[in-house]
């Protein structure tokens, strides 16, 4: 199966991004508005038991990380993906890397830069009339995160959560 | 917020669902093919703190519960929903009623009449048409679920995971 890991933010936010997603991202519905932590990549049963039980030790390690998003951003020219850009955050990339790591190791198909996605497949003209326009936005918003998902993809190309995981560094629970 | 409790059932048996959801079931895209266990009820962030230490407790204690599903039914003349049955299950049904106590004490709208929804909102002849082709279809299909999931809706209708309930009753793990 392909899985996925990405974390969803509030409600509030998911919301908030889902009001451009609408309009503008052609996978809205497939999956709520996240930050990828992990790109997709392939594992059967056997290996999946040995995946969670690392993530479950990553997880338990790991501390709440506050993310803070200040602009609207965009891949282009790499690809027409519009975003809120997730400032440089050295707790999101230490996640990220570890579950780059151990039986999480793969090739990675991109530099990790944390975003949650507004828009995409935009022709360029289309691009850089709703770039412009959302650059005017005041998007600015900061939030904690304390915990993340594990997604399985189906058939339709739609992600359903398998299991959730608690950031819980420094903490007991 | 709204909460929800779910059963997401294996990739498999989603993917089969989904083939019959995409053209039947205006909410395909709002959340994967699922057992509702708890109809959609509100919480504050006070209570879902009480709440999800109640159902770990509950999870704890439970165990994982094999299903059965052996026909196409309807739930016809209350509404126009045709549904794969789950069929009678003392275990899901304990799950249900403890998801309904406690913190969780809710007024039952529906008897828990466990499915998994192919499609809605049928005009009364689409309903009788499509039931009647469905009802062809040999879909026995048994397996265990080890988990449920906590949702909550965002506010254009999809809902999306919080948190992940492993049915660990009988397990050490």
Redesign the interface.
């Known amino acids: 199966?392909r899985y996925g890991i990405a974390i969803?933010p509030s409600?509030l936010l998911?919301?908030k991004i889902?009001s451009y997603r609408?309009r503008y991202d052609p996978h809205?519905?497939l999956i709520?508005p996240h930050i990828t932590i992990k790109d997709p990549f392939e594992a059967d049963e056997a290996e999946l038991k040995e995946i969670i039980s690392y993530i479950e030790r990553v997880a338990a390690e790991a501390e709440p990380v506050k993310i803070d998003i200040t602009k609207v951003s965009s891949f282009y020219p790499v690809n027409n993906v519009i975003y809120l850009k997730v400032e440089e955050n050295s707790a999101l990339s230490a996640l990220h890397d570890q579950l780059y790591s151990g039986p999480l190791e793969h090739e990675q198909p991109y530099n990790f830069v944390p975003h949650l996605t507004l828009g995409q497949k935009f022709s360029d003209e289309e691009h850089s009339d709703v770039l412009e326009r959302l650059k005017m936005l005041d998007i600015r918003h900061s939030e904690t995160i304390d915990?993340f998902?594990l997604l399985?993809q189906?058939?339709?190309g739609?992600w359903?959560?398998?299991?959730?995981f608690r950031l819980k560094g420094g903490s007991r629970d």
């Open positions: 199966m969803f409600k998911q919301d889902n609408k809205y519905a709520p915990r998902q399985y189906l058939e339709n739609s359903t959560v398998y299991e959730t």
